[in-house]
């Protein structure tokens, strides 16, 4: 399958600091990346599409100044947590599709990048 | 009510027994449908598409009744290494899934 991967694998940081999570597309090229959130034994919850070469598509309740998404190409997308603060440590995990193709719209996933904010 | 729902479990099934799980959806105009398979701490992997028509792949066989929006994922002579959380997700159209809350399975030796 298609490869995906997410970059750091883990942070802690300090409250009020901002943190950068990388997320690429190895192996193919990808118009759209999906950023999601996972709090322990819940489930995922999309936070935002990423669009290459437009701004970035937020669900409710996700603010779009905290979460900062960038897709400068076709293989990243950058997701930044301003200011973080306790509540915002989570598993923050990306996701691309290859190009849609018959059979369904499979996504791969990053490893996750677990963030810890003291 | 939720998008996706499952039985949260835990299904604690000892080696070799058939376990099976269910999942319901509400949006009628949900296009595409999966199970993944997710560890503890890891990310979701996919385990299996769903298809109308049913379809197997090994000891795992895979079900999707469009008319009740209910999907099913049956594992047969379960494992040790079976031993994960069962996501059932759902494409409603706008390419990103939406994830049921997920099915924890415990294979006990």
């Known amino acids: 399958g298609a490869v995906v991967s997410q970059h750091p694998s883990r942070v802690i940081c300090k409250s009020g600091t901002s943190v950068k999570i990388e997320c690429r597309s190895l192996?193919?090229?990808?118009?759209?990346m999906f950023w999601y959130r996972q709090f322990p034994k819940q489930s995922l919850m999309l936070m935002a599409t990423?669009?290459?070469?437009?701004?970035?598509?937020?669900e409710q309740g996700v603010e779009k100044d905290k979460f900062l998404i960038n897709h400068a190409s076709l293989t990243l997308s950058t997701l930044t947590v301003t200011s973080a603060h306790p509540e915002d440590s989570s598993f923050y995990i990306c996701?691309?599709?290859?190009?849609?193709?018959?059979?369904?719209?499979?996504?791969?996933f990053g490893p996750g990048t677990r963030l810890t904010v003291l | 009510r939720k998008e996706v729902e499952q039985d949260p479990g835990p299904f604690n099934v000892p080696e070799g027994a058939t376990v099976a799980f269910n999942c319901t959806y509400s949006?009628?105009?949900?296009?595409?449908f999966f199970w993944y398979r997710q560890d503890c701490r890891k990310e979701p992997k996919l385990l299996m598409s769903?298809?109308?028509s049913g379809n197997e792949d090994g000891r795992f066989t895979a079900q999707l009744n469009r008319a009740s929006q209910y999907i099913s994922l049956l594992i047969r002579d379960s494992k040790l290494s079976d031993s994960a959380t069962y996501l059932c997700?759902?494409?409603?159209?706008?390419?990103?899934?939406?994830f049921g809350s997920g099915t924890r399975l415990q294979v006990q030796p």
């Open positions: 996701s691309a599709s290859p190009p849609v193709r018959p059979g369904g719209n499979e996504q791969f």
């Open positions: 949006n009628s105009a949900s296009q595409s």
């Open positions: 192996d193919f090229q990808a118009t759209t």
């Open positions: 990423s669009n290459e070469g437009s701004k970035a598509t937020y």
């Open positions: 769903v298809y109308s």
């Open positions: 997700v759902v494409d409603t159209g706008r390419r990103a899934l939406t």
